[in-house]
């Protein structure tokens, strides 16, 4: 045993954290949504990547209306939108995309309660804007944001979408 | 006489940890790779490395190094590529072999070569484990909307460009709905052929990196054999993927790995290298002829 433990080498340590890492990812990746893509399992290429085959979407529901809007990648009304804008409100909206592709990687962890009010506060703030003809008074608002994963069936070629994983949330 | 002392100083020091550096050059010029603030970090270094090579063996610009590849990983978990991962494993295994001082060529060939049994082995149990993958639906998902060209496919399908237009189309569609109900759409394809051509492939690519994680592992027995193998792997995987900078990666470690003698297989690996670098800097991604 200690003959063993003599090969070992502080060199060999990185190899260990590579190995722990690696093996983390493919749990994550097979049982908690994260895709296969990233973080450090080198499982690239036995799925489709999430930037062409998972989309976020928020749905916003109070008595006045419903909004239905892709987060990531954008939606044009929200993309056109955001580029339109300056300064911190810019930053904001940004960050919350940013975030929102995060989601897409990684929707169980990534996708926080903070993410959820926050993200449909702003929409509310510019829904006039966006023309969603939602108004933001103080009607309970029910917000759910889910992430869709298109999967393609070789048997009969067909390509569907399938919810991945979503949250809703009373604001 | 200047030019010939300048590149005297390169010979003399080991090249290959050489373009490890100006592989993260490479890196901190594409706008995605590196966490923003770990850039500014990592690109002067770098560039005081390949300028000043005589700093290769110093273990500090090593750990330096290392420890702003981890902070990298650290803020950018989800957005950071797996070569980077290889790459920050890589520096902390020389840093350790030169703190340490042990024999710095054994020691770094044996992590290495563990290092890409670990990649090709991981790469090989995801593949098993991901029924997109094993079903031949992911490798038809790829091609049939153009996200990856196989040049072989034209030859076997000439017409296959219109498929993809066509699938492109619908692709876009799906991505303009609503998404409040489920979406069902079919693609168009050409035919039963191109299925099974989609799963040979699959398990063709998954038998292939088991036999150069099998032969990573016996490494140093049939040890041309195993460069041949992984360099192969390389260039045929590199024709239908985006993948310069992994590509890369392996190769650093493939040349690690070879012994002095070995002149060409090593030759092959800095050519293989300096190429993929170089089409990484002006954009050109291989598995992308078409889109």
């Given at each position: 045993m ?27 990746s ?20 999430p ?13 006045d ?6 987060l990531?990648p ?6 056109s939108y ?21 989601i ?11 993410y959820?009010?926050?993200?449909a ?9 966006l ?15 889910y ?5 393609l069936?070789i ?5 569907q979408?399938?919810?991945l ?7 | 006489?200047f ?10 020091q ?9 592989f993260?050059?490479?890196s ?31 273990w ?5 190094t290392?420890?702003f ?10 957005h ?19 703190i ?8 770094l ?29 992911f490798?038809?998902?790829e ?6 060209y196989f040049?072989p ?15 492109r ?8 709905k ?52 992984l ?12 993948e310069?900078?992994f590509f ?14 070995q002149?060409?297989?090593?030759t092959?690996?800095?050519l293989?290298?300096?190429?993929m ?6 954009g ?8």
């Amino acid at each position: 045993m200690r003959k063993r433990l003599k090969i070992l080498k502080i060199y060999h340590l990185p190899l260990f954290i590579a190995l722990i890492l690696a093996i983390t990812q493919f749990v994550l990746s097979s049982n908690f949504t994260l895709t296969r893509w990233e973080g450090g399992g080198f499982g690239m290429y036995s799925e489709p990547n999430p930037n062409s085959s998972r989309i976020v979407v928020i749905s916003i529901k109070n008595p006045d209306g419903e909004i239905n809007l892709r987060l990531n990648p954008p939606d044009n009304k929200i993309f056109s939108y955001i580029k339109k804008m300056k300064g911190k409100k810019k930053d904001d909206w940004d960050k919350l995309i940013e975030d929102s592709d995060r989601i897409r990687r990684f929707p169980k962890y990534a996708l926080t309660d903070e993410y959820i009010r926050k993200v449909a506060n702003e929409l509310l703030d510019i829904n006039y804007s966006l023309n969603l003809k939602m108004r933001s008074n103080n009607n309970p608002i029910t917000v759910n944001v889910y992430v869709i994963q298109l999967k393609l069936n070789i048997k009969d070629n067909s390509m569907q979408t399938q919810e991945l994983y979503s949250k809703i949330l009373n604001i | 006489m200047f030019i010939s002392n300048f590149l005297k100083r390169y010979k003399k020091q080991n090249f290959i940890l050489l373009l490890f550096f100006v592989f993260l050059i490479v890196s901190t010029l594409n706008p995605y790779r590196l966490e923003y603030f770990v850039k500014f970090l990592i690109l002067p270094i770098s560039i005081l490395v390949v300028v000043f090579p005589v700093l290769l063996k110093e273990w500090k610009i090593w750990l330096l190094t290392s420890i702003f590849l981890v902070l990298n990983l650290f803020f950018n978990y989800l957005h950071t590529s797996n070569h980077l991962f290889i790459a920050t494993y890589f520096s902390w295994i020389v840093t350790l072999i030169l703190i340490s001082k042990h024999d710095f060529q054994d020691s770094l060939r044996i992590s290495s070569k563990y290092l890409l049994a670990l990649v090709m082995g991981m790469a090989v149990v995801h593949k098993i484990t991901s029924p997109e993958f094993y079903s031949g639906s992911f490798m038809s998902f790829e091609f049939l909307l153009g996200l990856r060209y196989f040049f072989p496919i034209i030859l076997l399908w000439p017409n296959f460009n219109s498929y993809i237009e066509e699938n492109r189309s619908i692709y876009t569609e799906i991505f303009n709905k609503n998404f409040d109900e489920e979406i069902n759409y079919n693609l168009v394809s050409p035919g039963e052929e191109f299925f099974i051509f989609s799963k040979v492939l699959s398990f063709l690519t998954i038998f292939y990196e088991a036999i150069v994680m099998l032969f990573l592992l016996v490494y140093p027995k049939y040890r041309r054999l195993t460069h041949i193998l992984l360099i192969s792997f390389i260039w045929f995987t590199y024709l239908y993927t985006n993948e310069n900078s992994f590509f890369s990666m392996l190769c650093i470690l493939g040349y690690v790995i070879s012994y002095e003698d070995q002149k060409k297989i090593r030759t092959l690996y800095i050519l293989t290298i300096i190429l993929m670098l170089s089409m990484d800097v002006i954009g050109f991604r291989s598995g992308f002829l078409r889109y």
